[in-house]
């Protein structure tokens, strides 16, 4: 059985850091992709970042860009997402979610969920 549990979110002030976690379980980073993405009510998903199967992490968003940074623990099949200089506007629901294969943009594409964690920044 897949699991994908985040944690880490919290509230926090505008210029503040947070480090995101999600706990894979049931899934191998050799032939699963773990994505992070974010969404607040009424907006689109967005997505945030991905591991590659090569340990590559790729950005999608251009506003997080130089501010979030995604790393892994293979040992521990887990993946983090650093986030520097939180801004209001990144106050939003994280997800992690996995598939096989290529990292993508796209959430519809991703097959596994885990059940996010409110990041809630004040200004």
């Known amino acids: 059985e897949v699991q994908l549990v985040e944690s880490g979110g919290g509230l926090v002030q505008a210029g503040g850091s947070l480090r995101l976690s999600c706990a894979a379980s049931?899934?191998?980073?050799?032939?699963?992709?773990i994505a992070w993405f974010r969404q607040a009510p009424g907006k689109e998903r967005e997505g945030v970042s991905c591991?590659?199967?090569?340990?590559?992490?790729?950005a999608y968003a251009d506003s997080v860009k130089g501010r979030f940074t995604l790393s892994s623990d293979d040992a521990k099949n887990t993946v983090y997402l650093q986030i520097n200089s939180l801004k209001p506007e990144d106050s939003d629901v994280y997800y992690c979610?996995?598939?096989?294969?290529?990292?993508?943009?796209?959430?519809?594409?991703?097959?596994?969920w885990g059940q996010g964690t409110q990041v809630t920044v004040s200004s």
């Open positions: 979610a996995a598939k096989r294969s290529a990292c993508t943009g796209d959430g519809r594409l991703y097959t596994y």
């Open positions: 049931g899934v191998s980073f050799d032939d699963f992709v």
């Open positions: 591991r590659s199967t090569s340990g590559l992490s790729l």
